[in-house]
């Protein structure tokens, strides 16, 4: 029986991981954000963490904003 090969986190695209660490434009790809509403979000609470001219956005903080998003509806 052949072993099956787990594929990368990057195969599926709305799969975001507590534990990672993503650039704005695959957070925005996996979630299936336009950048407007990448906009709206960082204007709604959606914190980054910033390294030079670089912006990123941990899976947890993407995680805690929707669930707040959600508490809010």
Same mark, same amino acid.
């Given at each position: 029986?052949? /072993?099956?090969?787990?594929?990368?986190?990057?195969?599926?695209?709305?799969?975001?991981?507590?534990?990672?660490?993503?650039?704005?434009?695959?957070?925005? /790809?996996?979630?299936?954000?336009?950048?407007?509403?990448?906009?709206?979000?960082?204007?709604?609470?959606?914190?980054?963490?910033?390294?030079?001219?670089?912006?990123?956005?941990?899976?947890?903080?993407?995680?805690?904003?929707?669930?707040?998003?959600?508490?809010?509806?």
């Amino acid at each position: 029986m052949a /072993k099956e090969r787990l594929q990368p986190a990057t195969a599926y695209p709305g799969v975001i991981s507590t534990a990672e660490i993503y650039t704005l434009d695959e957070a925005r /790809k996996r979630l299936r954000w336009t950048e407007s509403s990448l906009r709206a979000a960082r204007r709604r609470g959606l914190r980054l963490l910033i390294c030079g001219k670089r912006r990123y956005v941990t899976g947890q903080e993407i995680l805690r904003f929707l669930e707040q998003l959600n508490a809010g509806s």
